[in-house]
């Protein structure tokens, strides 16, 4: 199984940035894609962003299209989320979770709040 470390998280102000990083351990790093979850209280666990190992092809939710941005460092074992314009409603805890065969595991999240 893979192991997940998230970091970046924070507090930033409307129209702030932040850059989240997931570093990725264990034996045989052939994960087939990462992704980007968030989870504000009280609402469930969204998907934000993809990134497939075999091709970069990314995906991003219709509510940070165009805000933010996911790429990885095969050299450094690591996937950013670069987030950019934050507002309020993107406050929450940012997970990362790989998929390997089917098998799923995931990091312990890293908060991110957005306020004035």
């Known amino acids: 199984q893979l192991q997940l470390v998230e970091s970046g998280g924070g507090l930033v102000q409307p129209g702030g940035s932040l850059r989240l990083s997931c570093v990725i351990s264990?034996?045989?790093?052939?994960?087939?894609?990462i992704a980007w979850f968030r989870q504000a209280p009280g609402k469930e666990r969204e998907g934000v962003a993809c990134?497939?190992?075999?091709?970069?092809?990314?995906f991003y939710a219709w509510s940070v299209k165009g805000r933010f941005t996911i790429s990885r460092d095969n050299a450094k074992n690591t996937v950013y989320l670069q987030m950019i314009n934050l507002q309020p409603e993107d406050t929450a805890m940012y997970y990362c979770?790989?998929?390997?065969?089917?098998?799923?595991?995931w990091g312990q999240g890293t908060q991110v709040t957005v306020s004035s």
């Open positions: 979770k790989s998929t390997r065969s089917g098998v799923e595991s």
């Open positions: 990134i497939k190992r075999s091709d970069d092809v990314v």
């Open positions: 264990g034996f045989g790093l052939d994960y087939s894609a």
